[in-house]
């Protein structure tokens, strides 16, 4: 994590501006000065402390004071939205007055009671819905399914990010159970374990080890999961953060897929399942190779494909009748951690950012939008997903 400067320091000054603004109407509306000194020092603590949140090194150090960082920010940020919805509405109130007309208090009123409920959404998406679980069902029909797969169970859970839990191990205790309450034929992980580094996952190897299916647990890596968002000493220390991360899932009795595939038998039937390392757009490393973990990509078998980025099913699998795969699992959006049902601000960013999709030549994608947090430690909306997919075998 790097702030660019130059917009950082534009936001500061806007920032700046905005608490004078607060500061100069306490001074004229309250008679009490008590509210406009809490407002000026106020300001003045939340300045210096973002300097030395902009000076302090992010992809180094220790995680404990990383995650701390996390929750500073994010106090930051939940002061200032809410300033700015203020500043807005009252700005509003005052356009009477370019009419020698009175400020309209009642639009001040709402600016108040507007900028109090975003603060409080937002500590709410912190320390409520981020520990809520939302299971989602689905059902996948397709005549390619084989007959033996029919009713066959499918968990998937994806994005962890157990580096935002630090060493609290309740909500992932608390996710387990429930995975392990659906009494799945088999549970797929879609990557990102981890925010920077493999130790993250240690606190957790025991609880995550926990979870259990007849088919076994699978799991493929997510751009986070490769050490890229951390400043190594050499080559070799990221090399060793890589092996500590494979020796862990192997603790964890989870099959990792590093652009592989493994064939899951089901009575007389089989379905292979695929894994790819982390592949999609950028600014994410493309470390994937789905030709090396499933070289023919056009033959009969009834392919499950494990890849972390939906970009990968866009641009590479969507409207390719060559590639002959008819299911994908992803994760990595989180929605952006922000929804209200189906609208969310990940449309900007992603094509595919949540739930099922599909196109005109037999594809489908399911993307999970993860239980973990990064960068913002809340979930507005886009409560954490497990996701249920039952395969049906379809005559049509």
């Not at 064939?263 to 090396?292: Q, R, S």
């Amino acid at each position: 994590m790097r702030f660019p400067l130059i917009p950082v320091l534009v936001l500061l000054l806007v920032n700046c501006g905005i608490d004078l603004y607060i500061y100069r109407t306490l001074l004229k509306r309250m008679a009490n000065r008590l509210w406009s000194r809490i407002q000026l020092w106020s300001a003045a603590f939340f300045l210096v402390a973002m300097i030395v949140i902009i000076c302090l090194p992010k992809r180094q150090g220790d995680d404990s004071a990383f995650l701390a960082l996390m929750w500073c920010l994010y106090a930051y940020l939940s002061v200032y939205l809410s300033k700015y919805l203020f500043v807005v509405f009252d700005l509003i109130a005052k356009l009477p007055q370019l009419w020698h007309r009175r400020r309209s208090k009642a639009v001040t009123a709402a600016g108040i009671v507007m900028a109090a409920t975003c603060f409080l959404l937002l500590w709410w998406g912190a320390l409520i819905n981020r520990y809520n679980i939302d299971i989602k069902k689905v059902e996948f029909a397709s005549a390619e399914v084989p007959v033996g797969f029919d009713g066959f169970r499918i968990v998937q859970i994806s994005d962890l990010h157990t580096g935002s839990y630090g060493s609290d191990d309740s909500f992932l205790t608390k996710l387990v159970e429930q995975v392990n309450g659906l009494n799945p034929d088999m549970i797929v992980f879609t990557g990102d374990i981890v925010n920077r580094h493999s130790s993250e996952l240690e606190p957790f190897v025991d609880v995550l080890g926990a979870l259990k299916a007849p088919y076994g647990v699978w799991s493929v890596l997510g751009n986070h999961d490769y050490g890229d968002y951390y400043d190594w000493a050499s080559a070799d220390a990221k090399a060793e953060n890589m092996r500590q991360l494979y020796d862990m899932q192997r603790a964890m009795n989870w099959n990792l897929l590093l652009n592989r595939h493994a064939p899951v038998v089901c009575g007389a039937d089989t379905l292979m399942l695929i894994g790819v390392e982390n592949l999609g757009d950028p600014p994410f490393k493309n470390y994937g190779d789905l030709n090396a973990a499933y070289p023919t990509l056009d033959d009969g078998h009834f392919k499950l494909l494990l890849s972390h980025n939906p970009a990968h099913w866009t641009n590479d699998i969507c409207g390719h009748p060559e590639v002959n795969i008819f299911l994908t699992l992803s994760g990595h959006t989180h929605a952006m951690q922000m929804s209200a049902g189906r609208v969310s601000p990940a449309v900007f960013r992603y094509k595919t950012w949540g739930g099922m999709y599909g196109d005109d030549v037999g594809h489908n994608l399911y993307v999970n939008i993860g239980t973990g947090t990064v960068g913002m430690l809340a979930r507005i909306g886009a409560t954490p997903e497990i996701t249920v997919i039952t395969l049906r075998h379809s005559s049509k």
